[in-house]
């Protein structure tokens, strides 16, 4: 028999003890963003990469065009840096919070 696991919640009036399901112990633990990297929003297509590795760009450049539900998305650079990685390529379907382009 395998043992319950019991979390304890606290609130402002006490606290309970709850069991933990399956679904909650093996949930993907919580990760602060990167803003170094950007990622994927949703599955699509790499239309067109306007930038290099090893080009420099500001806060706000484009970086790529992104096709995702028949729409093209401008990529725009969350930080300023130069670009370390470009892990795509045109016409690349890529899938949800993959990894596309790492700015250092």
Same mark, same amino acid.
């Given at each position: *028999? !395998?043992?319950?696991? /019991? ?6 009036? %006490?606290? /309970?003890? !709850? !069991?933990? =399901? @399956?679904? /909650? ?8 963003? $990167?803003?170094?990297? +950007? @990622?994927? #929003?949703?599955? &699509? !297509? +790499? ?6 590795? &090893?080009?420099? +760009?500001?806060? &706000? $450049?484009?970086?790529?065009? #992104?096709?995702?539900?028949?729409? =093209? ?7 300023? %840096?130069? +670009?370390?990685?470009? =892990?795509?390529?045109? %016409? $690349?379907?890529?899938?949800? $919070?993959?990894? *596309?382009?790492?700015? %250092?």
């Amino acid at each position: *028999m !395998t043992e319950k696991k /019991y979390d304890t919640v606290s609130t402002a009036s %006490g606290d /309970y003890r !709850t !069991t933990l =399901n @399956r679904k /909650y112990l093996a949930r993907k633990p919580w990760q602060p963003v $990167d803003l170094n990297q +950007v @990622r994927s #929003f949703m599955p &699509g !297509t +790499v239309e067109r990469i306007e930038v290099k590795e &090893g080009q420099k +760009v500001k806060e &706000g $450049d484009k970086l790529m065009v #992104f096709r995702a539900m028949k729409m =093209n998305n401008n990529i725009l650079s969350p930080v300023s %840096g130069k +670009v370390k990685l470009i =892990n795509v390529s045109p %016409g $690349d379907n890529i899938p949800k $919070d993959h990894l *596309m382009i790492e700015i %250092g």
